[in-house]
C-alpha cells in the first residue's frame, strides 16, 4: 500500500512557474511508474507526464512537453513536477499517481492516487 500527498499548488499569473511535490509513505515509489494527471470540473481527468521506476523514461503530454518536467528522488520517495511557462488553461487539480501502468498514459492502469493540489492559472 501506498500513500500519496500532493503540495505546491496555487495560484500564479500565466507564465509563472510552480513545482509540485508528491510525497509517499508506505511501499517505495521506486516500485512504481508515478505520474501526474489533472483534472477540471465537468471533465475526465487527463493525463500530464509520468516517469519509470528508474527515472530513465519520462512520458508527457503534448500540451505541456518543454514546459513541464517531471522527476523522482526515490532517496526521499518524492515525485516532482516542474511547470514553467504556465498557462490559463493548465488551471486544475493536479493528481499524484503510482502504478504499474501498461502504458503510462493509461489512467485506470495506476492503483494509488493521491488527494490532489489545485492549480490556478490567472491571464
Known amino acids: 500500500q501506498v500513500h500519496l500527498v500532493e503540495s505546491g499548488g496555487g495560484l500564479v499569473q500565466a507564465g509563472g512557474s510552480l513545482r509540485l511535490a508528491c510525497a509517499a509513505s508506505?511501499?517505495?515509489?521506486?516500485?512504481?511508474?508515478m505520474g501526474w494527471f489533472r483534472q477540471v470540473p465537468g471533465k475526465e481527468r487527463e493525463f500530464v507526464a509520468a516517469i519509470s521506476r528508474s527515472g530513465n523514461n519520462t512520458f508527457y503530454t503534448n500540451s505541456v512537453k518543454g514546459r513541464f518536467t517531471i522527476s523522482r528522488d526515490n532517496a526521499k520517495n518524492t515525485v516532482y513536477l516542474q511547470m514553467n511557462s504556465l498557462k490559463p488553461e493548465d488551471t486544475a487539480v493536479y493528481y499524484c499517481?503510482?502504478?504499474?501502468?501498461?502504458?503510462?498514459?493509461?489512467?485506470?492502469?495506476?492503483?494509488?492516487w493521491g488527494q490532489g493540489t489545485q492549480v490556478t492559472v490567472s491571464s
Open positions: 508506505g511501499r517505495t515509489v521506486s516500485s512504481y511508474t
Open positions: 499517481a503510482g502504478g504499474n501502468p501498461r502504458w503510462a498514459s493509461m489512467t485506470n492502469d495506476y492503483n494509488y
